[in-house]
């Protein structure tokens, strides 16, 4: 069983690939296609929100909201738990730290990480969109953001300001 499903992740990650590439040589104006990628990810990211939470009674605070998107959302995506959560309670930021995260681990990237960052910032656009698009399936509204924080690794950090108080 584990063989069907890794043959099936590595489809997916190179579907995936191709479909972000694809976009932007389709499209002439590069922020309509970050905005195309960004509500994918968004309408995907609601639609896993509400599958994983189907039988889960409500969360009481952005934490809690935050600790299950590291926890148990990233499982379900990515086979694993988020690496590292950072804080900022007072200002409302949370930076979740992906050592190696799997989207990317078939692209071949420059050992520059300035380089790297500039190839892969596009890749990152629907990942953002999916947990924007969870977290809003929550009630919690927020800008996320993602940059590429180690060229060898694939590592990502993923950065979450919460915009509703």
Known sequence: MAGKREVAESCFEFLYLELVRTCYVKEEDDRGTRSSLDAMGFQVGQQLAERYTIDRARFSDHLEVIKFICKEFWNELFNKQVDNLKTNRNREIFVLHDNRFRWLRHMSLPKDLAAAAE?????????????????????V????????TDSATHACAFHIRITQK
Do not use: D, H
Request: aromatic fraction near 10%.
């Open 119 to 139: 190839t892969v910032n596009r890749y990152l656009i629907f990942p953002c969109g999916i947990i924007k698009g969870a977290l809003a399936s929550f009630g």
């Open 141 to 148: 509204l927020c800008e996320v953001s993602a940059e590429l």
